[in-house]
T-cell receptor
Framework: KAGVTQTPRYLIKTRGQQVTLSCSPI?????VSWYQQTPGQGLQFLFE???????NKGNFPGRFSGRQFSNSRSEMNVSTLELGDSALYLC????????????FGAGTRLSVL | AQSVTQLGSHVSVSEGALVLLRCNYS??????LFWYVQYPNQGLQLLLK??????LVKGINGFEAEFKKSETSFHLTKPSAHMSDAAEYFC??????????FGSGTRLQVQP
């Protein structure tokens, strides 16, 4: 069974640009969550999508948005990039219950110059 | 609200020695608890989880953790460290809202 796939693995952008990251969950998983990992703030929850609906949201500004498609694949978009958005963005998939394991992808490392 | 505290951002042990990584949580409802490991330039891999039932949980690679409700702890242990255990370890808690709240992580160094 294929794992969680995130593309691209690395991205370099400049301030003010926007970026879209992609995540393909494990087959059969309907929940996709996104996390931001930085040395200063650690791992922080961005949002969760389940069956194409945002079900849960963390404390991030509106520049961070996402969506989920009917095949459960998800995209995350960051508009008007800031230097502080440089981070490892991790996607996790699960069947959707709190007690269930979230399986993580390898992440997309975003560098904002 | 839920939170996780991992005591010790860096832990160093000798190969063959006991590994003990500490995790304390705060949750207003019965929590689900997880330990993940992260190797450089990789995502998170689940080591073990506690949901309900037996409080001593065994995971992969010889790791285990014990849920102690009275101490609000979920410490991770391994009897004998191996060089390949060197990585960063994260404790996480989840409640009904499904999002994982992570601790700040503990970097484990294993000395030969």
């Amino acid at each position: 069974k294929a794992g969680v796939t995130q593309t691209p693995r690395y991205l370099i952008k400049t301030r003010g640009q926007q970026v879209t990251l992609s995540c393909s969950p494990i087959s059969g998983h309907r929940s996709v969550s996104w996390y931001q990992q930085t040395p200063g703030q650690g791992l922080q929850f961005l949002f969760e999508y389940f069956s194409e609906t945002q079900r849960n949201k963390g404390n991030f500004p509106g520049r961070f948005s996402g969506r989920q498609f009917s095949n459960s694949r998800s995209e995350m978009n960051v508009s008007t990039l800031e230097l502080g958005d440089s981070a490892l963005y991790l996607c996790a998939s699960s069947t959707g219950e709190a007690k269930n394991i979230q399986y993580f992808g390898a992440g997309t490392r975003l560098s904002v110059l | 609200a839920q939170s996780v505290t991992q005591l010790g951002s860096h832990v160093s042990v000798s190969e063959g020695a006991l590994v003990l990584l500490r995790c304390n949580y705060s949750s207003s409802v019965p929590p689900y608890l997880f330990w993940y490991v992260q190797y450089p330039n990789q995502g998170l891999q689940l080591l073990l989880k506690y949901t309900t039932g037996a409080t001593l949980v065994k995971g992969i690679n010889g790791f285990e953790a014990e849920f102690k409700k009275s101490e609000t702890s979920f410490h991770l242990t391994k009897p004998s460290a191996h060089m390949s255990d060197a990585a960063e370890y994260f404790c996480a808690v989840s409640t009904g809202r499904r999002a994982l709240t992570f601790g700040s992580g503990t970097r484990l160094q294993v000395q030969p």
